[in-house]
């Protein structure tokens, strides 16, 4: 009977599983609008402590997670591209994200968490084509805020050149 007591003070059944909020950027082309596959890339955090590297080449990535500092109001990114086409630094591209911090508490069972508001984000367009914003407050929802979009060509529009 005591054990049943106990157990039950630790339910986290109203909780949802993302204890965080993260940013998820997904990766789409421009020309299609599809969802894009990326496996030669690097993302690493600029002005980040300690070791930044999020993503390594080698991981196929159709979407990541860009952490935001609770303590800062700016977070920013870099993506290298290591296709040995690309790899030039010179086409490396940055994200810059401005933002508003705020504490929230969700509850008992999940405790307290940031949700950060993106008031503008700048960013380099050597491959990326542009960046939609989908949803600006950023909760613990496991949902896609950011859309990166990536020049991309058919094999139709390859042929009529």
Known sequence: MIMSLITAGCNTVGCTENQSSLPLAGFYSS??????????VEVRGIGAPGDSMLYTPGTRLTEIYLPFRATATETTYLIHYCNQQ???????????????????????????????NIQRIEYTCHLIDSIVIVDSLITNVASQQIHIFYRTSTAKEDHQQ
């Open 31 to 40: 020309s299609t609008g599809t969802t894009l596959q990326l496996d030669s």
């Open 86 to 116: 690309l790899s030039d630094p010179s086409l490396n591209d940055t994200l810059h994200f401005v933002y508003t911090t705020s504490p929230y508490f969700a509850g008992e069972e999940c405790g307290a968490m940031y949700r950060y």
